[in-house]
């Protein structure tokens, strides 16, 4: 079982900052292993790898081979699989929509629930005559699997689909969607930012084409990564060319590295590559199973507490055997930013309020803006606690008297 309070005191920021942070969906936080190996490479080694063969260069090639290997095993990729380090999910699925290559199959399909970082990457691709499907949520906000298998026709080049909602913790039915779209030979890339720490895909398992996750969202440095079937390479471009990534050039032509190297021009972010394995090494230890039991303890207080409270409109799947610990809800009479800032001040409790980069499922589903609370397994049954005592004061108070009060007050 998962031990919180030792978990607690390898956050540094917990222990410095009167804290309770509820916003790991957006990034979580670091422990100090992770801060320390980012420190390693800065203080005892500093150097480029795979360019350089002196000791220190070729220590760090080393290493980095190392940490590509295990994180791709961290996700259960195979070794059908390579991993492209880009700076975070987003840059990874943008390399995919700038440049597969869909032939004459010109669809995609994605659902109403992407994050812009999956949406307008495909919009922008438009312009070179890709039709995008978008899925519909149903009337209770789970995905549509039945129009989704309705949309497969001999059109559809590529699907591309969150894996976890960043909105309120839906998780979608990847297994069968991506079972579904294999026995049409079509190709499945999943944008797994918020589930590689939470509910972990395993890769091969999933038999999945490409996926994209961020780093900095399950404990790592600010980087992410693209993972990718190796026989898919060809059907893929980089982003950014130069330095590292090519074979041999002259003044006339290039001939780029066939393997991950073709993608990741000029030195990287080895820091962030050692931290993110620090990361993985990290969350191998506490125990995947572990992790997602405790959170689901966390869960069921954190969403049965909120849908007892008056004065609520939760928003959302609700159901936490299809979510994760991230909900999300209004309080009648008050904006999601006040709400917010209430949370803040008066009970140092960190949310995020707004539309969370998903415009287009709040406005298809006609959903104002809303507050967004998200668990991580650093958090405790007493900050949950605390949280929904402040939501139902916060429900309580009578907007026009008691916040300009409050307001006055938190000055
Ligand atoms: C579902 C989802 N996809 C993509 C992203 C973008 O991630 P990154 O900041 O690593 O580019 C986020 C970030 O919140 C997200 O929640």
């Known amino acids: 079982m998962l031990n919180v309070k030792s978990i607690r005191a390898d956050f540094p920021v917990l222990q410095k900052r009167e804290i309770v942070y509820f916003d790991s969906a957006c990034t979580t936080l670091k422990p ?53 380090f880009t700076k ?33 990457p495909w919009l922008v691709q438009k312009r070179r005559g890709l039709a995008i499907t978008v899925v519909p949520s149903r009337k209770d906000l789970e995905y549509d699997i039945g129009f989704f298998e309705r949309q497969l026709s001999k059109s559809v080049g590529l699907i591309s689909l969150v894996h976890i909602s960043n909105i309120d913790g839906y998780v979608l039915p990847i297994r ?34 490409f996926l994209a996750f961020s780093g900095h969202k399950m404990c790592g440095p600010s980087i992410g990564g693209l993972i990718c079937k190796k026989e898919l390479l ?16 002259t003044e006339k032509k290039y001939v780029l590295k066939s393997s991950n190297s073709g993608f990741e021009a000029g030195l990287q972010d080895y820091a962030g ?45 609700s159901d936490i055997r299809k979510k994760v610990a991230i909900v999300n809800f209004r309080i009648k009479g008050f904006s999601s930013a006040e709400v917010a800032i209430i949370l803040d001040e008066l009970y140092r409790i960190a949310v ?24 991580c397994f650093y958090n405790t049954k007493e900050e949950v606690e605390l949280f929904l005592e402040a939501v139902s004061k916060t429900a309580s108070m009578i907007k026009e008297k008691k916040f300009s009060q409050t307001k006055s007050s938190i000055r």
């Open 352 to 375: 995020r309020s707004g539309m969370h980069c998903a415009h287009n499922w709040y406005l298809r589903n006609r959903l104002q803006p809303s507050v967004r609370a998200s668990l």
């Open 176 to 209: 069968e969607i991506i079972s579904d779209a294999h026995r049409k030979g079509i190709p499945v890339m999943i944008d797994a930012a918020q589930s590689s720490l939470h509910k972990k895909p395993n890769v091969s398992k999933l038999d999945l084409d």
């Open 234 to 249: 060809s059907k893929i471009s980089p982003l950014v060319y130069g330095g590292g990534a090519v074979e041999k050039s």
């Open 273 to 317: 590559i050692i931290g993110l394995d620090t990361a993985c090494h990290y969350l191998n230890r506490i125990g995947y199973k572990n992790i997602e039991k405790y959170e689901r303890r966390l869960d069921k207080l954190l969403t049965s507490g909120l849908l007892e409270t008056d004065g609520l409109q939760y928003v959302g799947v």
């Open 32 to 84: 100090k292993q992770v801060l320390e190996a980012v420190s390693w490479y800065y203080e005892n080694s500093g150097v480029c790898a795979e360019r350089s063969t002196h000791a220190l260069g070729a220590e760090l090639t080393e290493k980095i081979q190392r940490a590509r290997e295990n994180i791709l095993r961290y996700f259960g990729a195979d070794n059908s699989y390579c991993l492209i």
């Open 88 to 120: 975070n999910a987003t840059e990874a699925i943008n390399i995919v929509a700038n440049s597969f290559k869909f032939g004459k199959k010109k669809k995609i399909i994605i659902s109403d629930r992407e994050h812009n970082s999956n949406l307008v």
